[in-house]
């Protein structure tokens, strides 16, 4: 089975510009699920959905957002870019909903915002 | 904020040699698991503990699981120069809804040949 791909691997933008970043599951896969990975602040849960249907947010503000489609492919935008958004994004998908499944992460896309 | 805290925060090792990094973490969990990263890569699932279990194993893995003290620990046994890697627990909350997981900070471990 083929793990989980992310595209593109490598971003630069510049500030104020916006990106958009994709995610494709594992395929049976149902559920993904977006990170973020900073050196100051670690991995840091983004964004979960479901079946379409974002089932849980983390602490990030209304520029970063997401959407999920038919086929479980997964996809999310940042709009306006900082300096500090400048990360290592990465998704996970897992076969079931809840918590009790692993999740199996992707290779991450590199942004760099200049 | 981060759930967990993972000790040490940096380990080097001599090939052969255990390696043993624990993580801690505050609120009930449904499991935890355990990931690998080499240099800023995605992560690598290693293994899976499920808030009911003990002691799990895997190869040379061996997590345990201690929910009175909400505390983990990762054994790696006869460690190898591939090894070298940073490894991050990670949490799934009785209070989530839906796949969150919260990540400890990382142990960094150096396997030197």
């Known amino acids: 089975k083929a793990g989980v791909t992310q595209t593109p691997r490598y971003l630069i933008k510049t500030r104020g510009q916006q990106v958009t970043l994709s995610c494709s599951p594992i395929s049976g896969h149902r559920s993904v699920s977006w990170y973020q990975q900073t050196p100051g602040q670690g991995l840091q849960f983004l964004f979960e959905?479901?079946?379409?249907?974002?089932?849980n947010k983390g602490n990030f503000p209304g520029r970063f957002s997401g959407r999920q489609f038919s086929n479980s492919r997964s996809e999310m935008n940042v709009s306006t870019l900082e300096l500090g958004d400048s990360a290592l994004y990465l998704c996970?998908?897992?076969?079931?909903?809840?918590?009790?499944?692993?999740?199996?992460f992707g290779p991450g896309t590199r942004l760099t915002v200049l | 904020s981060q759930q967990g805290e993972e000790d040490p925060q940096a380990l080097s090792i001599q090939e052969g040699e255990n390696a043993t990094m624990n993580c801690s973490y505050k609120?009930?969990?449904?499991?935890l698991q355990w990931y690998r990263q080499n240099s800023g890569r995605g992560l690598v699932h290693l293994i899976l503990?499920?808030?009911?279990?003990r002691e799990k194993h895997s190869g040379r893995l061996r997590v345990t699981l201690d929910t009175s003290k909400k505390s983990s620990s990762l054994l790696i046994t006869a460690s190898r120069a591939a090894d070298t890697a940073s490894y991050f627990c990670a949490t799934d909350s009785i209070y989530n809804q839906g796949g969150k997981l919260i990540f400890g900070q990382g142990t960094e471990l150096s396997v030197k040949p």
């Open positions: 503990i499920r808030s009911n279990e």
């Open positions: 959905y479901f079946s379409e249907t974002q089932r």
């Open positions: 609120t009930s969990i449904n499991n």
């Open positions: 996970a998908s897992s076969f079931r909903a809840g918590g009790y499944n692993e999740q199996f």
